[in-house]
């Protein structure tokens, strides 16, 4: 028997389409445009090919902004993953408790991420703020203006306090749905708690946990406003991450061919790291053992 497909729904995705086309497409089609070309003013451009791309590539200015997206990456992935999942095992699962939780671990996914660096730029100075003033009071030399290790550890919480919640929610979320008939028999054998989070909840986290990684290295690997605010990428250059120095490139200096071709470059690693987790995260699970 022919199956009649009804086609009226692309009428309805069709204005998303139009949208995404309008606010992504096109201005990606107008950087890939400029990073292989060349432009003196006057709107006259001159063919450059790969010239912009093999420049970037070449420079240690470029590598250097890598290594620090990676460390930075990598680091708030190692104390925002098992935090958030600390978190979630001690949450309440009845009552009163829930909601209010709940609440508190949304708010800070709520606040601008502009606002997020304003408020911990005041929140880290040393004369009025509160977190510059304990740190002070501790009897730490704390200046995150003027010292490398006080700027990364100041970006780095700034970060944790800002996502963690994400990871708690999502971790809740995979928690909720394990059924009691796993925690009544692990009751009966005598299972420990920690056998019980190693073998119970650990392994049915596990594709949660595949896309909260997925949503923060993205998210951390791209963050431009936050320690821009903050820091404004110093001290010196410690702090300017690759969107960081992207903007420096286009805005500041104006070489649009080179930050055409930084971004291109950015976005395809983006692109590669999302493809690889959506490779392993749709595979089914006979197939990964």
């Known amino acids: 028997m022919e199956k009649n497909w009804n086609n009226k729904a692309w ?6 389409l139009l949208l995404v086309a309008f606010s992504a497409v ?11 070309q060349d432009t003196f003013g006057n709107n ?3 063919w450059a090919g790969t010239e912009w791309f093999k420049e970037v590539l070449a420079s240690n200015r470029f590598w250097q902004s890598m290594a620090r997206n990676l460390l930075f990456s990598a680091i708030v992935l190692l104390v925002e993953i098992p935090l958030g999942i600390l978190i979630a095992l001690n949450m309440p699962k009845r009552g009163i408790g829930v909601p209010i939780c709940l609440v508190f671990m949304s708010l800070p996914l709520l606040i601008p991420w502009n606002v997020v660096g304003t408020i911990w730029q005041l929140f880290a100075r040393t004369d009025i703020g509160l977190f510059g003033s304990v740190m002070t009071s501790l009897g730490f030399d704390y200046n995150y203006g003027r010292d490398t290790l006080d700027a990364w550890f100041t970006i780095v919480i ?5 996502w963690t919640s994400l990871v708690v929610l999502l971790c809740y979320a995979g928690l909720m749905s394990i059924p009691d008939a796993y925690y009544q028999a ?10 019980v989070f190693r073998f119970i909840q650990l392994p049915k986290l596990n594709r949660v946990l595949q896309i909260a990684i997925l949503l923060r290295f993205m998210d ?3 963050i431009y406003t936050e320690p821009f605010v903050v820091t404004g990428g110093g001290p010196g250059s410690v702090t300017t991450f690759l969107s ?3 903007v420096k490139i286009a805005v500041g200096q104006f070489d649009l061919g080179p930050a055409s071709a930084m971004s291109i470059i950015y976005f395809l690693i983006v692109l590669l790291v999302s493809w690889v987790f959506y490779t392993v ?9």
């Open 26 to 36: 096109i201005p990606l089609m107008t950087v890939v445009n400029y990073s292989v």
């Open 186 to 195: 692990a009751k009966i054998d005598g299972a420990s708690r920690w056998s």
């Open 11 to 16: 009428f309805l995705v069709l204005p998303v």
């Open 44 to 46: 006259e451009f001159f």
């Open 244 to 246: 960081i120095d992207l």
């Open 220 to 222: 951390s690997f791209m």
């Open 281 to 289: 995260t749709t595979q089914p699970d006979e197939d990964r053992t």
């Open 158 to 162: 700034m970060d944790v306090w800002h």
